[in-house]
């Protein structure tokens, strides 16, 4: 049966387990050397209209190691450029292709996607939602901390596309998420009001980062200007200044505490370089844990 992962609403909390454990467990072999092939023979689309280093690379490196083979798609250079239906796209590609990944704008053109192709499509990043950027977060705290459950996680900065999803994951799993934003770059209202009704986590949105890392036990931040922002970058800095992930906002957390950063990072702005390159940074792992999280999820959708 079809599955796709547009939002992670489309995943349960039995899923989102499946997923961890399978992915640790496909890392913990990669790492003996011990090969995985189930997708011998398939093939994975990736169109992308934004630039990307992890999500594309991670998911290319994901698809050959467990036998496949990506073929990655820029948008430009396809005949959506040209005003094809997106639907039409999606029927033609639904012939040739198991799985597709897509990294856009626009929400709604994934969704469309999805609506139309008899194939598995994942969001690989919209400037709504990063869904699978989430999964891999959450397995680098099951690696770093040994369960999710019962932690206090922390999100500084824009509320975007990371926050967004983080908050969606909150609710499905039942998270103690508490995020600080500036009151003009709050995340979506709409988002937090489902993850409110339909979730069974503590979401709690502030504009204080003291407040929010206070005692946390995982710290997220991502840049202040995300991709198509950048004529904005000047004025954000000036709101986003007292929203540094540096060793004085990292003194409220818990000591044995955790930072995270989806990355690129921009050191200096959203996250001090003493922290980002400190012994409570574990970018590396979580950068590294998309490949494996990818496997996962290529292996049970495809």
């Not at 396809?78 to 856009?104: H, I, K």
């Not at 908050?167 to 600080?180: K, Q, R, S, V």
Request: some cysteine.
């Amino acid at each position: 049966m079809k599955k796709d992962i547009v939002t992670l609403w489309d995943l349960t909390k039995a899923d989102f387990d499946g997923l961890f454990e399978r992915a640790l467990e496909l890392k913990k072999r990669h790492r003996q050397g011990i090969p995985d092939t189930p997708l011998v023979g398939k093939s994975l689309g990736l169109i992308f209209e934004k630039a990307s280093t992890r999500t594309r690379i991670s998911f290319e490196t994901a698809m050959i190691q467990l036998g496949g083979n990506p073929i990655f798609i820029s948008a430009k250079d396809t005949q959506l450029s040209r005003d094809e239906p997106v639907a039409d796209t999606a029927r033609v590609l639904s012939r040739y292709l198991n799985g597709l990944v897509m990294r856009t704008y626009s929400q709604e053109f994934i969704e469309e996607m999805a609506n139309a192709a008899s194939i598995p499509v994942i969001n690989g990043l919209s400037n709504l939602y990063h869904p699978c950027q989430i999964l891999s977060d959450i397995l680098t705290v099951l690696e770093k901390k040994g369960t999710y459950s019962g932690l206090k996680i922390a999100y500084v900065g824009d509320g975007n596309n990371v926050a967004h999803s983080w908050i969606e994951a909150g609710a499905i799993l039942g998270l103690h998420l508490a995020l600080a934003c500036p009151q003009r770059y709050s995340p979506d209202q709409a988002v937090l009001d489902r993850a409110l009704k339909d979730g069974c986590g503590t979401i709690t949105v502030t504009s204080d980062p003291e407040a929010a890392v206070a005692d946390a036990d995982v710290v997220n931040t991502d840049v202040w200007a995300s991709m198509g922002q950048e004529g904005e970058a000047g004025e954000r800095f000036k709101v986003f200044e007292k929203y540094q992930v540096n060793s004085m906002l990292m003194g409220k957390a818990k000591k044995d505490a955790i930072v995270m950063h989806c990355l690129p990072a921009h050191r200096g702005e959203e996250i001090s370089e003493e922290v980002l390159e400190g012994p409570q940074s574990v970018v590396w792992d979580q950068a590294e844990n998309k490949m494996h999280i990818h496997k996962a999820i290529l292996e049970a959708l495809l």
